[in-house]
């Protein structure tokens, strides 16, 4: 039974995605450097690292909400 050929496109670590969203939800990145990180990024560790980030983004504003509020 022959192999799959192996895709030779480079793989983006868990750390470089949060990078790419991390200049997301700043807003400031180039178009060309923009381009080139879209051509590289892994759609599943992008949803997961989107979604860990809003989560600790909401929790962190809650708890400052409730820290401000009891003072």
Do not use: C
Not at 23 to 31: C, N, P
Not at 58 to 67: D, F, H, K, Q, S
């Amino acid at each position: 039974m022959a192999d799959a050929p192996q895709d030779k496109t480079t793989s983006v670590s868990l750390l470089q995605s949060l990078k790419f969203v991390a200049w997301s939800f700043v807003g400031i990145r180039s178009k060309k450097g923009y381009q080139e990180d879209l051509s590289k990024v892994n759609p599943i560790h992008l949803v997961m690292v989107g979604l860990v980030s809003a989560l600790v983004i909401v929790i962190g504003l809650i708890g400052l909400v409730n820290w401000v509020v009891a003072k």
